[in-house]
T-cell receptor
Framework: SAVISQKPSRDICQRGTSLTIQCQVD?????MFWYRQQPGQSLTLIATANQGSEATYESGFVIDKFPISRPNLTFSTLTVSNMSPEDSSIYLCSDRTGSYNEQFFGPGTRLTVL | GENVEQHPSTLSVQEGDSAVIKCTYS??????FPWYKQELGKGPQLIID?????GEKKDQRIAVTLNKTAKHFSLHITETQPEDSAVYFC????????FGTGTSLTVIP
């Protein structure tokens, strides 16, 4: 499987500011995704990061709040905009690779909004 | 859409005992069922998976069983060790992945 890294690993931010999270994969992958994991909860898909086009967002998530870029097949960014304490979560990047389209996750970015 | 339920939410076992986590799904079209282990401060790690054309799969101390008729699948961990302590998530997928709510497993030394 491809190795996924994320930066930053954690951050503490003030209300009203924005944070951009970077996701780097060590090989080209077709599909990349962004998930949110609220404290003690399961994983919720935010959007599919499409290379060279706008991301596809799931219900309840909008581009103005979570703009996503995917300039190439190895890199994507997720921005959490105009943050509030309710955005405090772990944000996870993932890809699908392998013979059977298995999904793998990065280490996550732990965001705390004060 | 798909609905995945996972039980129990917490599980404590003595070291050396077995642990079983169960999931049910609603969409009979789902054909791929992975299990993830998430240790504290880390991302979910794929530990085993099973496809709908197989009833059971084993990898050392972990095994997964699938009952397509009843639409449920289970993770079995034998000879548990303290390092098995983590949160475990099941998922069901045909295209999109749908995750269970997680099971926090504690192995008591």
């Amino acid at each position: 499987s491809a190795v996924i890294s994320q930066k930053p690993s954690r951050d503490i931010c003030q209300r009203g500011t924005s944070l951009t999270i970077q996701c780097q994969v060590d090989s080209q992958v077709t599909m990349m995704f962004w998930y949110r994991q609220q404290p003690g909860q399961s994983l919720t898909l935010i959007a599919t990061a499409n290379q060279g086009s706008e991301a596809t967002y799931e219900s309840g998530f909008v581009i103005d709040k979570f703009p996503i870029s995917r300039p190439n097949l190895t890199f994507s960014t997720l921005t959490v905009s105009n943050m509030s304490p309710e955005d405090s979560s772990i944000y996870l990047c993932s890809d699908r690779t392998g013979s059977y389209n298995e999904q793998f996750f990065g280490p996550g970015t732990r965001l705390t909004v004060l | 859409g798909e609905n995945v339920e996972q039980h129990p939410s917490t599980l404590s076992v003595q070291e050396g005992d077995s642990a079983v986590i169960k999931c049910t799904y609603s969409d009979s079209a789902s054909n791929y069922f992975p299990w993830y282990k998430q240790e504290l401060g880390k991302g979910p790690q794929l530990i085993i998976d099973i496809r709908s054309n197989v009833g059971e799969k084993k990898d050392q101390r972990i095994a997964v069983t699938l009952n397509k008729t009843a639409k449920h699948f289970s993770l079995h961990i034998t000879e548990t060790q303290p390092e098995d302590s983590a949160v475990y998530f099941c998922a069901a997928s045909r295209v999109q992945f749908y995750f269970g709510t997680g099971t926090s497993l504690t192995v008591i030394p």
